[in-house]
């Protein structure tokens, strides 16, 4: 952090940008070449200056912790200032790289595969992405697209999720759109109905179609599928997708607690022995990342689901973050991670999208107060010293619980200086500050400050 004399000086948004500014400096600095630009994962504390001991990953491409992973960056910093020749320079590499390797690619997905792809070449090229969005079109079969992800033992069939499966292939056609856009997300929907389960409730979808156990949440589970749902049915005019939409909605709230003004549902069912919490407060398994999906029942024109507005709902999994005790640690297990995909990174940035969402000033207010709560422990919790600024995550049940250094977009620095960056120049621009928007949240912010996908309503 800046020195007590300094930061009592600076403005809440200089403190933020300059420390997310000093983070991407240290990803920046992690960057390697070799055919095309490339990023390791973690960094270890003793690891050589050099890199020489670290080769790139299999998936050294992808969004989740890969080079595709840089784009949002990158978008977000042209936002409120040009882009330096270095940075130019990466954004040339990343396009082509993923450009090239698109044709040749299998494995589909949003964050392991060619919808990642999509959304960094459209980020950083716009139309460049055609090339990625052809391959998935190619790649289509009735079931959906087969994954390269090893998931379950065996098995190469069709994946359901947001990561890794259909409901992320399709929400990126939707986002991106083009000639290929209809028969991407037709085809991943239809898949989808065929594969869900029928509860009491309403439907259900598990990670594959013959996985048991379920991450019901946002990434994993039934709430990303059912978003994907409603999104591709508003943009096809298919109301039937919508109606498995509201179904899949109905199983979530079945399965879920609406106490105390809020809305949780479990981390697994049945609940898993690795995860010590029952329920957690992230965008991945949590009501961060659910309240995505009755904005996209919103979007879709539905108003109610089992008798509660879809607006209530949404506001109840706010609420539920807002009162849970995260940012803090209060006991090991609860909030170790500060990144975007599990931890306070991803809550500040769900924070701010309902912020610039919502129609209430006093509402609005309470949502940006958790925002700036979620970037003052950013601040806190930052390793500044001579190797740079980055975050150490924490994992309790190793020894030593300290985990090294994280690069990547869903679970580094890289995705942290993206949300720092974005706080900073909310407050120094206000509500109406555009929004760089992203396949998996775009119809959560107001069409008018989109500023990513092509504006297709208003």
């Known amino acids: ?132 969005l052809r391959r998935l079109a190619e790649l289509a079969t009735p079931d959906g697209w087969r994954t390269t992800v090893e998931f379950e033992a065996g098995s190469d069939a069709p994946l359901n999720d947001i990561i890794m499966g259909s409901a992320g292939v399709v929400l990126t056609a939707v986002w991106a759109g083009g000639e290929f856009a209809e028969s991407i997300a037709t085809t991943g929907c239809e898949a989808l109905l065929r594969v869900a389960d029928r509860t009491s409730a ?70 898993s022995r690795r995860e010590v919490e029952p329920v957690t407060y992230t965008w991945c398994h949590g009501p961060a990342g659910t309240s995505h999906l009755f904005t996209a029942l919103a979007h879709a024109g539905v108003t109610e689901v089992a008798g509660h507005g879809v607006g209530e709902l949404r506001q109840r999994c706010l609420t539920s973050i807002l009162t849970s005790g995260l940012p803090e640690r209060l006991r090991p297990g609860f909030w170790d991670n500060d990144g975007r995909c599990c931890g306070t990174a991803g809550v500040g940035d769900v924070l701010l999208d309902a912020a610039q969402d919502c129609a209430d000033a006093d509402t609005a207010a309470t949502l940006v107060r958790g925002a700036r709560t979620m970037g003052d422990a950013l601040v806190k919790r930052a390793l500044r010293d001579g190797a740079g600024t980055r975050w150490r995550f924490v994992e309790y049940r190793k020894e030593p619980p300290l985990l090294p250094p994280n690069t990547s977009w869903m679970q580094g620095a890289a995705g942290i200086a993206a949300y720092l960056l974005r706080l900073a120049r909310f407050l120094e621009t206000g509500p109406r500050s555009p929004v760089v928007d992203r396949p998996d949240q775009w119809w959560a912010v107001p069409g008018r400050l989109r500023t990513a996908a092509v504006r297709t309503e208003g």
């Open 1 to 132: 952090m800046p020195d007590n004399d300094t930061s009592a000086s600076m403005n809440p948004y200089d403190i933020y940008r300059e420390l997310g500014e000093d983070a991407w400096s240290w990803v920046l600095d992690q960057v390697r070449e070799d055919d095309g630009p490339w990023l390791p994962e973690t960094v270890s504390e003793d690891a050589a200056r050099d890199g020489s001991d670290i080769a790139p990953a299999k998936d050294r491409d992808c969004l989740y912790a890969g080079i595709a992973g840089l784009a949002p960056v990158l978008a977000e910093i042209a936002r409120y200032r040009e882009p330096t020749d270095r940075e130019r320079s990466l954004a040339a590499g990343i396009v082509a790289r993923l450009s090239a390797k698109a044709e040749e690619r299998t494995e589909p997905s949003l964050y392991d595969g060619l919808a990642g792809d999509v959304t960094a070449l459209r980020l950083l090229a716009p139309g460049s992405e055609s090339v990625a």
């Open 202 to 271: 309403g439907l259900d979808w598990g990670i594959g179609a013959t996985t048991v156990s379920r991450a019901p949440n946002y990434s994993h589970g039934t709430a990303g599928v059912a978003s994907a749902l409603a999104v591709a049915g508003k943009a096809l005019g298919r109301e039937d997708f919508v109606e498995a939409a509201v179904q899949g909605a109905r199983h979530v709230l079945s399965v879920g607690s609406l106490d105390d003004g809020g809305f949780v549902v479990p981390h697994t069912i049945p609940p």
